[in-house]
C-alpha cells in the first residue's frame, strides 16, 4: 500500500523509513482513505459474518475489522475500475429513487453482457481514453448489437465515464461523431415497435372486447388504448387515483421488475414514482375511458381505495392475453402493450387534437418526444392513396 503513496511522491520514503510516527500517520490516512472509496452497503448475514460486494463478488468476514482489511487490499490494488464505479453511481441513485431495483438489475445484466472481460476492465477508469471508448462501441457493433442495446450500453457507460467522480468524458458524444447508419446495428431481437392499430384494426378490437367484458385484462386494454397509459401504470392504478366526478386519472406509482434467485420479479413502487417526473401529472378521461373504466370497476375486486383495481394481474399476465389470445383470434401481426399507448398519441394528433392536449394526455416533457417516437402513420397503401387524392 505504501508503494502507492511512494510512487507519488518518492522524496519521502526516506521519512517514512526513519520515522514510525510519520509511517503509522501515513498508513492510517491510506487505509481511511481506501475505506472511504467503498460506496456498497456493510451488512450481517444470518450466520453473523460481516458482508459485502468488491467487484461484484460477495465478501465476507467475522469480524468488522477483517472486512476493512479485505476493501482495503482491494481498493489498494484494484484502484477505481469500471465495475466499483459503476456499483458506486447505481447505489447512489438507487437511494436517491433515480433508478428502480429493475433498472438496477438491467444495468448489472449489461455490464455481465458487455463490459466484463473487455478492455474497459484492464484498467482504471481515469486512464481509459475517449478513443479507446470510441474503439470498444465499435467492436461492440462489428460483433452485432441491435439498436436499442447499444444506446442502453452507451446509458451504462455514460453511469461511469461521465456521471462519476472519476472521469469526463461524455459517452453520448461519441456516438454521436460515431454517426452510426441503420443498417450497421444488428437486427437480431429487435421487435417492431413502428406496430400502431390502424382503424380497422381498432374497431375490430373494440368488437371484440364488447363480446369479452367479464375478462378484467381486455378491457384494461381498451383502457390503455383510450388514455395512453403504459402498462406498468395501468397495473398500479388504485380507485384513489381516480376522480370519478369530473373524470381526471393521476398515475402516482408503477410496476417495477427486477431480478431475484434468477426469477423477475413484478412489484409495485413507492407512491410518486414514475418513468419521468412529467408521468405523474393528471390526465382528463374521455366519455369512452369513463365507461370502459365503469365496466373495469364493476369486475374488479378492490374494495377499497387503497386496493389494487387490477388485483393480481401484472404485465406479463396482460401480454400473455394480447399474445395468445387476441392477437391471434383476430388472426394480427406481433405487437406489444405499449402499441396502445403509440395508437392513442396517433389518434389524437390524426384528429387534429390541439399540440398542447396531446403532450399533457401523453405526459411528455417535449412534444417532439411524442413525434419522433409514439407517432406513426396507421394507414395502409391504400388509404394513404386516398388521402393524397383528397389534397390533389
Not at 92 to 102: A, F, H
Not at 104 to 129: M, P, Q
Amino acid at each position: 500500500m505504501l508503494d502507492n503513496i511512494i510512487s507519488l511522491y518518492p522524496n519521502i520514503e526516506k521519512l517514512i523509513e526513519e520515522d514510525e510516527n510519520v509511517r503509522s500517520a501515513v498508513i492510517s490516512a491510506m487505509e481511511n482513505k481506501y475505506l472511504s472509496m467503498h460506496h456498497t452497503s456493510i451488512w450481517k448475514d444470518s450466520k453473523g459474518l460481516y458482508c459485502t460486494k468488491l467487484g461484484g463478488l460477495k465478501k465476507t468476514s467475522k469480524t468488522k475489522e477483517g472486512l476493512n482489511k479485505k476493501i482495503i487490499d482491494y481498493y489498494s490494488n484494484q484502484g477505481q475500475h469500471f465495475y466499483s464505479v459503476m456499483e458506486e453511481q447505481l447505489e447512489k441513485k438507487l437511494k436517491r429513487n433515480k433508478i428502480g431495483k429493475g433498472s438496477y438489475d438491467k444495468y448489472i445484466s449489461d455490464y455481465e453482457r458487455y463490459i466484463k472481460g473487455s478492455a474497459l476492465e484492464e484498467k482504471c477508469v481515469d486512464r481509459i481514453s475517449e478513443s479507446e471508448i470510441r474503439k470498444f462501441l465499435e467492436k461492440m457493433l462489428v460483433i452485432g448489437i441491435s439498436k436499442k442495446n447499444f444506446s442502453n450500453l452507451v446509458s451504462l457507460l455514460n453511469i461511469v465515464f461521465f456521471y462519476s467522480d472519476y472521469a469526463n468524458i461524455d459517452v453520448c458524444q461519441i456516438k454521436k461523431k460515431m454517426d452510426i447508419a441503420y443498417d450497421e446495428y444488428s437486427p437480431q431481437g429487435q421487435r417492431n415497435t413502428d406496430v400502431v392499430w390502424s382503424n380497422e384494426e381498432q374497431k375490430r378490437f373494440l368488437e371484440y372486447a364488447s363480446h369479452r367484458e367479464d375478462n378484467i385484462r381486455i378491457l384494461g386494454m381498451v383502457f390503455m388504448l383510450q388514455t395512453g397509459l403504459a402498462i406498468s401504470e395501468l397495473v398500479a392504478l388504485k380507485p384513489k387515483d381516480i376522480d370519478f366526478d369530473k373524470g381526471y386519472l393521476t398515475v402516482n406509482r408503477i410496476e417495477i421488475r427486477y431480478k431475484r434467485d434468477g426469477k423477475t420479479v413484478y412489484d409495485i413502487s413507492k407512491e410518486h414514482v414514475a418513468k419521468t417526473e412529467e408521468r405523474l401529472n393528471t390526465i382528463v378521461l374521455s366519455s369512452s375511458a369513463m365507461e370502459t373504466l365503469n365496466k373495469i370497476m364493476k369486475i374488479s375486486t378492490a374494495k377499497s381505495p387503497d386496493d389494487m383495481i387490477f388485483g393480481k394481474w401484472k404485465s406479463n399476465n396482460f401480454n400473455s392475453v394480447l399474445r395468445r389470445n387476441v392477437l391471434k383470434d383476430l388472426d394480427l401481426s406481433t405487437r406489444g402493450l405499449h402499441s396502445f399507448r403509440k395508437t392513442y398519441a396517433t389518434n389524437l394528433i390524426d384528429a387534429n387534437v390541439d399540440l398542447s392536449i396531446v403532450k399533457a394526455q401523453m405526459r411528455h416533457k417535449d412534444i417532439k418526444t411524442t413525434f419522433d417516437y409514439y407517432y406513426k402513420c396507421k394507414y395502409s397503401l391504400e388509404e394513404r392513396r386516398k388521402k393524397l387524392e383528397e389534397v390533389a
